[in-house]
């Protein structure tokens, strides 16, 4: 078998619409449609309109031809009829010819289930007289994921404001435990400093046994391992430390050399030196490589 030419084109037969094929067209929309005259008389509907209002308490032997819509609409009573109005007036100017199409989406709910519908009103072109076709959509399924969303979103923002409250209620919960614990380090450092090295050091003045010595020596050595972390904040360090041991501080954190220290206080490099010893200690730097300024310059 040759194969056709490829610019022979098969031959369509023409559709005809009469009207038993337009009445089968439009039984066969799941869209409830509605023919309109130029006074809103509905000429012609379909199928799903019946069946719809049938099943909206309608009797079945209604007959909505020659019925007229708007007057339906305008005569519409109760918490629906604010929509009703709205819709005669949308499809009086499309019958005017001021729109060409009116667009309304609406509730209509029953007792036992909530619906949705999209209506739309167009004039068919170039008819004469004017008809209006009406044509109302179940966008049910549509709405209640609509719904389903905001209800989501209301959710989240419930939840996100709740969150930040909790966390606001926890950074303040935390700053109340920080400040409890400063409180703490700083009435362990004040105990110690006025309740425990006082004696150490008068220990340490009286003629003590070589064994006796070295037990006040690991005494204090311990005590300094405690102290040493609380020393780690400058407001913790000055409670510890003496005021010529704070003026020090201040002078080696502005990276003064002990030269320098010494003329700036009046005392000898050696008694600087000797300081910056006792800091070292009190500190807990035991490792040499520690640099005792960058020590000082990472104190909070």
């Known amino acids: 078998?040759?194969?056709?030419?490829?610019?022979?084109?098969?031959?369509?037969?023409?559709?005809?619409?009469?009207?038993?094929?337009?009445?089968?067209?439009?039984?066969?929309?799941?869209?409830?449609?509605?023919?309109?005259?130029?006074?809103?008389?509905?000429?012609?509907?379909?199928?799903?309109?019946?069946?719809y209002s049938v099943?909206?308490?309608?009797?079945?032997?209604?007959?909505?031809?020659?019925?007229?819509?708007?007057?339906?609409?305008?005569?519409?009573?109760?918490?629906?009829?604010?929509d009703a109005h709205n819709v005669a007036a949308g499809i009086r100017k499309v019958i005017k010819g001021e729109i060409n199409e009116f667009l309304f989406d609406y509730p209509c709910h029953t007792l036992y289930s909530k619906h949705w519908y999209y209506m739309r009103a167009i004039r068919m072109s170039d008819a004469k007289p004017v008809r209006v076709i009406i044509s109302h959509e179940d966008i049910t399924a549509l709405k209640l994921v609509e719904e389903a969303l905001r209800e989501s979103r209301e959710e989240l923002k419930e939840q996100k404001q709740s969150l930040e409250e909790a966390n606001i209620a926890l950074k303040v919960l935390i700053k109340h435990r920080e400040n409890d614990k400063l409180e703490l380090e700083k009435n362990v450092l004040s105990n110690v400093k006025e309740l425990i090295l006082p004696?150490?050091?008068?220990?340490?003045?009286?003629?003590?046994?070589?064994?006796?010595?070295?037990?006040?020596?690991?005494?204090?050595?311990?005590?300094?391992?405690?102290?040493?972390?609380?020393?780690?904040?400058?407001?913790?360090?000055?409670?510890?430390?003496?005021?010529?041991?704070?003026?020090?501080?201040?002078?080696?954190?502005?990276?003064?050399?002990?030269?320098?220290?010494?003329?700036?206080?009046?005392?000898?490099?050696?008694?600087?030196?000797?300081?910056?010893?006792?800091l070292r200690k009190k500190f807990g730097l035991k490792n040499r490589q520690m640099n005792l300024r960058s020590y000082l310059m990472s104190m909070s």
């Not at 094929?21 to 012609?44: F, K, M, Q, T, Y």
């Not at 064994?211 to 409670?239: C, G, M, W, Y």
Request: hydrophobic share 40%; charged share 25%; net charge neutral.
């Open 1 to 51: 078998m040759k194969n056709q030419p490829q610019d022979v084109k098969p031959h369509i037969e023409p559709l005809n619409f009469s009207e038993e094929l337009a009445r089968a067209v439009i039984d066969s929309l799941s869209a409830h449609i509605a023919i309109l005259d130029e006074n809103g008389v509905i000429l012609e509907n379909n199928r799903a309109w019946k069946a």
């Open 55 to 82: 099943k909206n308490g309608m009797p079945k032997n209604a007959v909505f031809k020659g019925m007229n819509y708007l007057s339906v609409c305008d005569a519409a009573k109760g918490e629906d009829s604010l």
């Open 199 to 278: 004696y150490v050091e008068k220990l340490k003045e009286v003629p003590l046994k070589p064994r006796n010595k070295t037990l006040v020596e690991i005494i204090e050595n311990h005590l300094k391992d405690i102290i040493s972390p609380l020393l780690q904040k400058f407001s913790n360090a000055q409670i510890i430390l003496t005021p010529q041991e704070i003026k020090m501080v201040t002078l080696i954190k502005d990276g003064k050399s002990s030269k320098e220290i010494a003329d700036i206080l009046a005392i000898s490099e050696t008694t600087v030196n000797f300081h910056r010893k006792n």
